[in-house]
């Protein structure tokens, strides 16, 4: 049957598509390809790169860290690898304080037009700051070198970062534990299996840069306290655990609610003497906390090491072997599952086979 040929309602034209506004639907739909917060920012920058005149485009992250030899916590602007070949813990670390540009966006909430001269050993003459939001205002910076403002990529840019940060405000939705703002169960077996992955992948010669250490930190007598506050006290503990976690371990340790008062945290690149330090840390912490009502909690923590060839599960079954041993031996403490079989406490855990024979 021939087509009829469409009759234009009077009043209503189509608006035509042209190139641009396909590259930009192109760009939208790759940019949201792989739902993880780098993983967008990356793509970002990639299609940044593709649709605005800019000599560079690059990101920041604002980091809370320690210096060596103070025990104050600063904020540093540290630059987010956009290739594989940059290593982002050898990055130097920039004082926040001392960069008044990014200072005013921080504050402005707004993009900062900074004009830069030759002195600065800059190549183009503008730099374009825009603030990148997270759950807890301003977390980072997009940054734009071009030759001259554009108004029309610059609004490009807004645009972009502004659709990225509701879909992941509803990624962290996804992601989340309601209760504690935790990362929740679904994204911890995502994330575990990724970083397996990337331990399958590196090769022999960085194997001993990349590692990873997964601690399960169960709150002791959890029962009890809930049969003698009740069940609204209970939470309020959860929710205070988890405030300890937040404010002892590091801003890229991951950390986790993955059942009522089991918790996980995933420390990267640590040893196991580093590991058993940080840990024990946190029980102490744990257990000097008041916590409103019920005063004094503790917590076990059963710790392993994550392999190349692991899966989610395996990992959580040998560090939850530990846990049982604490659990088994007066809890309040921390153990280590290779420790306990080097040991000869725990016997090794046979992987088990999906293959069922009869
Ligand atoms: N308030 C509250 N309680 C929860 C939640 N999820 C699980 N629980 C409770 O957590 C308790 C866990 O109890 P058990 O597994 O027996 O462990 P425990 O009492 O902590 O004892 P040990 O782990 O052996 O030290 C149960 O009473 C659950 O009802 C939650 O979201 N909120």
């Not at 060596?68 to 940059?86: K, N, T, Y």
């Not at 990014?102 to 503008?126: K, T």
């Not at 640590?270 to 916590?291: G, I, L, S, W």
């Amino acid at each position: 049957m021939r087509r009829q040929a469409r009759s234009a309602c009077p009043g209503h034209r189509k608006p035509m598509v042209n190139v641009d506004t396909r590259k930009l639907l192109r760009s939208l739909a790759k940019l949201i390809e792989k739902p993880e917060i780098k993983a967008l920012q990356v793509s970002l920058v990639q299609t940044l790169e593709q649709l605005v005149e800019a000599e560079s485009i690059s990101l920041f992250e604002i980091r809370t860290l320690k210096q060596v030899g103070s025990d104050q916590a600063e904020d540093f602007l540290v630059p987010v690898g956009i290739d594989d070949s940059f290593e982002e813990d050898d990055a130097p670390l920039i004082l926040l304080r001392e960069e008044p540009q990014f200072m005013e966006c921080c504050r402005s909430q707004n993009l900062v037009i900074a004009p830069r001269s030759a002195a600065d050993g800059a190549g183009a003459p503008l730099r374009f700051i825009h603030p990148i939001f997270g759950m807890k205002g301003v977390t980072g910076f997009l940054v734009i070198d071009a030759a001259e403002h554009i108004e029309r990529d610059q609004e490009m840019a807004a645009i972009f970062l502004g659709f990225i940060r509701n879909y992941i405000l509803l990624l962290n939705d996804n992601q989340r534990d309601h209760l504690t703002g935790l990362l929740n169960r679904k994204c911890f077996d995502d994330k575990v299996m990724k970083m397996i992955l990337t331990l399958g992948s590196i090769n022999k010669r960085d194997a001993d840069k990349v590692c990873y250490c997964l601690a399960v930190l169960d709150i002791d007598h959890f029962k009890r306290v809930n049969d003698t506050y009740g069940h609204l006290m209970g939470d309020e503990v959860l929710l205070h655990f988890s405030q300890c976690m937040n404010e002892t371990f590091r801003e890229y340790d991951l950390l986790f609610r993955v059942g009522g008062e089991e918790f996980v945290v995933v420390l990267r690149n640590v040893d196991a003497e580093r590991a058993q330090t940080v840990m024990e840390r946190f029980r102490k912490v744990v257990e000097t906390h008041y916590f409103p009502q019920v005063g004094q909690v503790t917590a076990s923590i059963g710790v392993t090491f994550i392999g190349p060839h692991d899966l989610p599960g395996m990992v959580m079954d040998r560090a939850d072997q530990a846990l049982y041993f604490v659990k088994e031996h007066g809890r309040n403490q921390v153990a280590f599952y290779e420790q306990l079989v080097a040991q000869g406490k725990l016997l090794p855990k046979q992987v088990e086979s999906d293959i069922e024979l009869f």
